[in-house]
């Protein structure tokens, strides 16, 4: 099955620990995305990559690090995560956008609800 | 100015009406768009891209306006199961990223 997978689910942590969210697709898509949802503020991307070792910022990289050494993974990492950064994060992935044209649907992760105390 | 703009509602019709969102985008560089559908806080999924001639796909419509830089999405007899969050994602001819809009919320009443 087609599918973009985030683990984990639901995190509690505390104000300045280390963690990682992780994010997988199987489809062989280029290009993955991370954003985060906020009530009243929608979706904002944090990072994006195009395709392996290449990332970029979105919207709202700041206390947020990604890497992508693999096509198929996407780790979102908070070094020293803040109440700010208490959210709803979701992974995407879609293949690129060709050279014309419009881009392709984007597939979401189930998400992952994060509360840093 | 944020870059792409909805009505949030909520939006409460009985079933079988017809319902209209709006979504307003500040950039005219932009190229693709799309509405996603969101239930409950659960991850969006495409409910339709959006193409300049515009486009239906069942009891829906898609419209895009670039001289008054809008896309609409029309709800045609609706259905309970239509009650969700809808989504408005632009993205630019010249840039990798995806903007979305704050969402409209529809609640389908029997």
């Known amino acids: 099955e087609a599918q973009v997978t985030q683990n984990p689910r639901y995190l509690i942590t505390v104000t300045g620990k280390k963690l990682t969210v992780t994010c997988s697709q199987n489809m062989n898509h280029e290009y993955m995305s991370w954003y985060r949802q906020d009530p009243g503020l929608g979706l904002r991307q944090i990072y994006y990559s195009m395709n392996v070792e290449v990332t970029d910022k979105g919207d709202v990289p700041e206390g947020y690090k990604v890497s992508r050494k693999e096509k198929r993974n996407f780790p979102l990492i908070l070094e020293s995560p803040s109440p700010n950064q208490t959210s709803l994060y979701f992974c995407?992935?879609?293949?690129?956008?060709?050279?014309?044209?419009?881009?392709?649907?984007?597939?979401f992760g189930p998400g992952t609800r994060l509360t840093v105390t | 100015r944020k870059e792409v703009e909805q009505d949030p509602g909520p939006f409460n019709v009985p079933e079988g009406a017809t319902v209209a969102f709006n979504c307003t985008y500040s950039n005219s560089a932009s190229q693709s768009f799309f509405w996603y559908r969101q239930d409950c806080r659960k991850e969006p999924k495409l409910l339709m891209s959006?193409?300049?001639s515009g486009n239906e796909d069942g009891r829906f419509t898609a419209q895009l306006n670039r001289a008054s830089q809008y896309i609409s999405l029309l709800i045609r007899d609706s259905k309970l199961s239509d009650s969700a969050t809808y989504l408005c994602v632009v993205n630019r001819r010249t840039g990798n990223q995806f903007y979305f809009g704050t969402g409209t919320s529809l609640t389908v009443i029997p």
């Open positions: 959006v193409y300049s």
């Open positions: 995407a992935s879609s293949l690129n956008q060709p050279t014309s044209g419009s881009w392709y649907e984007q597939y």
